[in-house]
Nanobody
Framework: QVQLVESGGGSVQAGGSLRLSCAAS????????MGWFRQGPGKEREGVAA???????SYADSVKGRFTISKDNAKNTLYLQMNSLKPEDTAMYYC?????????????????WGQGTQVTVSS
């Protein structure tokens, strides 16, 4: 069982940056694949980034080169550094977790996720 709590969302202007954090609890955290997905108004869930238990990462094409996923195992915390934000990045962002061996495309279907944090980017 994994419990996830996101923080760090907010409102920024286009070109700005935000860092999202996800505090995880549960003794299996370190062996899970962790990721972020988002859901904008009227849109389907979209996998944004994933980091597997071995540290390998994968990203959606729409965020490559702008977003970076990382985790601190000592703090049981997952991060998403978002730079060069665009209005189309506006969405609710969710932290998610599941068994290892997945990539970013699978993140929206992960078995555990948090309550989400809102990111709004204005032009």
């Amino acid at each position: 069982q994994v419990q996830l709590v996101e923080s760090g969302g907010g409102s920024v202007q286009a070109g700005g940056s935000l860092r999202l954090s996800c505090a995880a609890s549960g003794h299996t955290y370190r062996s899970y694949c962790m990721g972020w997905f988002r859901q904008g108004p009227g849109k389907e869930r979209e996998g944004v980034a994933a980091i597997d238990s071995d540290g390998s990462t994968s990203y959606a094409d729409s965020v490559k080169g702008r977003f970076t996923i990382s985790k601190d195992n000592a703090k049981n915390t997952l991060y998403l550094q978002m730079n060069s934000l665009k209005p189309e990045d506006t969405a609710m962002y969710y932290c998610a977790a599941d068994q290892p061996g997945f990539t970013v495309v699978a993140v929206p279907a992960f078995g555990y996720w948090g309550q989400g944090t809102q990111v709004t980017v204005s032009s």
